[in-house]
């Protein structure tokens, strides 16, 4: 049972257009979302983060979107840059827990 | 420094071995965790760890036995383990328990045969 879902495996950008990936949930009892981003040989980044009180948080070029209603969340990278190549995984929590339930992710690749 | 480091990188052992995961963290965090991440799949969490406490256990087999000597290290003992216990095991930390923003070390990629 896939709480958490990334239902595109891939995505392509040319540099300096508008990334957008996408994440959806179905648990209603999720109440802080994240993504991160993981570079080959590497461990899982923290990237950004949103609470379920908020539809939109911002951090320089990454800005996080969340539509409660729909159970969709989405990150927007703009501009892109080639250096955002990498997996990027979505990620949830249920409120007063401690267990992150992620999606299986979305690998990026920025175009140059 | 903001960083998880853990050891080894890469570890092979056969199915009667027993072995050790370590991890560190000098952040100051008291709340450390250990996930399991099969190939093309998300990581899973098994193990959290609260002020040098286990907290959660995930149902995890007894193959596996957590450790916190103090509230820099973290270790996950392996023993009798399986070849489908093949996996990247992550370590990760965050400042409290409840706290969801964690660091993560890079992983063990562990393979049994």
């Known amino acids: 049972d896939q709480q958490v879902k990334q239902n595109s495996p891939s995505l392509s950008v040319q540099e300096g257009r508008i990334s957008i990936l996408n994440c959806d949930y179905t648990?209603?009892?999720?109440?802080?979302f994240l993504w991160y981003k993981k570079y080959p040989a590497e461990g899982p980044t923290f990237l950004i983060s949103?609470?379920?009180?908020?539809d939109k948080n911002e951090d320089g070029r990454f800005t996080v979107f969340l539509n409660k209603s729909a159970k969709h969340l989405s990150l927007h990278i703009v501009p892109s840059q080639p250096g955002d190549s990498a997996v990027y995984f979505c990620?949830?929590?249920?409120?007063?827990?401690?267990?992150?339930?992620f999606g299986t992710g979305t690998r990026l690749a920025v175009r140059p | 420094d903001t960083e998880v480091t853990q050891t080894p990188k890469h570890l092979v052992m056969g199915m009667t071995n027993k072995k050790s995961l370590k991890c560190e963290q000098h952040?100051?965090?008291?709340?450390m965790y250990w996930y399991k991440q099969k190939a093309k799949k998300p990581p899973e969490l098994m193990f959290v760890?609260?002020?040098?406490?286990?907290?959660i256990n995930e149902s995890v087999p007894s193959r596996f036995s957590p450790e916190c000597p103090n509230s820099s290290l973290l270790n996950l003992h392996l023993h009798a383990l399986q070849p489908e216990d093949s996996a990247l095991y992550l370590c990760?930390?965050?400042?409290?328990?409840?706290?969801?923003?964690?660091?993560f070390g890079q992983g063990t990629r562990l393979t049994v045969v």
């Open positions: 760890y609260s002020y040098e406490k286990l907290s």
């Open positions: 949103i609470s379920s009180i908020k």
């Open positions: 952040m100051g965090h008291r709340a």
């Open positions: 990760a930390s965050s400042q409290e328990r409840g706290l969801p923003e964690a660091f």
């Open positions: 990620a949830a929590r249920k409120s007063s827990g401690d267990k992150l339930t």
């Open positions: 648990n209603s009892m999720f109440d802080y």
